[in-house]
């Protein structure tokens, strides 16, 4: 009958996530750890502390600490703000554009169940990787980017074994589903360039240059619609030799997605009457694989005080799996069959200190500083991801009476200024200067237990 009800509980939690992930699910970032109310106001610092359900995300060896059963339900609101100077190298002009500001919004769900002294099993549903971002249509980097999206749910079941009173391990699968949706604009005068016609544009007064910014005759609106589902698997450790010190190490895998889909493209009137073959820019068909990087997070806590607890937080990403984005097409409706942009993240290290304060018994502030590479050089960023080094500094609290709990977290994330050469004539990407990039993320979480 135990058992029966942790089934039970976990089914329903399952159910419920998916409904809210499907529903309004949205990333504001490429890899996102915004897991937990608590566990943005400590900055992630989760992984050691890990005594409280999100820890089925952050590190499921830590849900040995709670007893019988446990759920816990969130919300975190995200939105980013960025300017963007960018310059043509045809005619040297500057051109300021920012980003449209969105505010999306990330659920997640855990619920963590006792089964026996030994066997602790956890549910988790949330989002580990998301973008979103839209710039208007006739911006001058149309022609890498003008929107993208990335919807994620991760749905991850754990097995948590006790070894004894101050070491836990645990092991889960992850499932994880993604849409994507992508949009830029092509430059038919490529076509031509190709076929050694541009005598053809000369002979019609149309420009002959290819991503001019400038005009936007012989634009093509170029439209991805994909998606995926595939497996991966966490592995974890806790270990807290006593009331003072714990350490935590947690492992997620790297995913292979193979997206299918679907290519549309909308033909300004110019193109739409050249002589062109029937098949260029015709919908169809789409193949392509992304690899998204495997995570090591280690956290060592310290209590300062009875009512003091300090964590420093690691996490290594291997963003450098992620070597190139490529499209293959069934048909050559963009005149070659495979599209493929390179990539070659590197490697990063994010690095946090937090401080959670029992100031009574109901009442917990929390504080935390984050630094957080980038990986992604300047040769290499695009508009469909600008990023940089950034600095995070978060504030929360929370209020607990009986067996309920709620958190609210607050996270200001300022990243650094960035200067670009040009690729414009290559993939669309300009000479960019990436200025006042700012993001703001809100959350809040209610726990409960059983």
Not at 100 to 125: C, M, S, W
Not at 261 to 270: D, E, Q, V
Not at 364 to 382: C, F, K, Q
């Amino acid at each position: 009958m135990k058992l029966q009800r942790t089934l039970g509980c976990l089914l329903a939690t399952a159910f419920f996530s998916l409904f809210m992930a499907t529903s309004i699910c949205h990333g504001a970032a490429f890899a996102l750890l915004e897991w937990s109310a608590r566990g943005e106001a400590l900055g992630a610092g989760m992984i050691a502390r890990a005594d409280d359900p999100s820890a089925v995300a952050y590190n499921p060896a830590g849900i040995t600490q709670l007893d019988g059963y446990n759920i816990q339900t969130a919300s975190t609101m995200v939105t980013v703000q960025s300017t963007v100077h960018t310059r043509n190298v045809y005619d040297g002009s500057w051109d300021t554009n920012s980003n449209d500001r969105e505010y999306h919004v990330l659920p997640t769900a855990y619920v963590t169940a006792q089964v026996n002294e030994k066997i602790y099993l956890g549910f988790g549903a949330f989002t580990r990787f998301g973008l979103g971002v839209n710039w208007e249509d006739q911006w001058p980097g149309r022609y890498s980017t003008t929107s993208a999206e990335l919807k994620c749910f991760s749905g991850n079941a754990s097995l948590a074994y006790k070894v004894s009173d101050t070491f836990s391990v645990a092991a889960g699968i992850e499932a994880i589903t993604a849409d994507v949706t992508l949009e830029n604009t092509l430059d038919a005068t490529r076509i031509f360039h190709a076929t050694g016609q541009t005598d053809t544009l000369t002979a019609m007064g149309l420009s002959t240059t290819v991503n001019d910014p400038s005009t936007n005759l012989l634009d093509v609106q170029h439209k991805l619609e994909g998606d995926a589902t595939e497996m991966g698997y966490n592995l974890a450790l806790h270990y807290k030799p006593s009331d003072r010190i714990a350490v935590g190490v947690s492992y997620r895998s790297r995913v292979t997605f193979k997206a299918e889909g679907k290519a549309t493209f909308k033909k300004s009137p110019t193109v739409a009457a050249l002589p062109l073959p029937d098949y260029l820019y015709a919908t169809t068909d789409f193949k392509s694989e992304i690899t998204v990087p495997d995570m090591l997070f280690t956290g060592i806590m310290y209590r300062a005080r009875k009512d003091l607890t300090l964590e420093f937080t690691t996490l290594w990403t291997n963003f450098s799996v992620y070597e190139k984005l490529e499209f293959v097409y069934d048909t050559p409706a963009i005149g070659v069959d495979k599209a493929t942009m390179a990539k070659n993240y590197s490697d990063t290290w994010r690095l946090g200190l937090s401080a959670e304060w029992d100031v009574k018994p109901w009442l917990a502030l929390r504080t935390a500083y984050v630094y957080e590479e980038s990986p992604i050089d300047e040769n290499h960023t695009d508009y469909l991801c600008l990023d940089s080094d950034r600095n995070i500094f978060s504030i929360g609290a929370g209020y607990k009476k009986s067996r309920f709990e709620c958190d609210l977290g607050y996270m200001y994330v300022i990243f650094d200024d960035l200067d670009t050469g040009s690729r414009q004539t290559v993939d669309g990407f300009l000479q960019t200067n990436y200025r006042d990039a700012e993001a703001h993320i809100l959350g809040f979480n209610i726990s409960y237990t059983f």
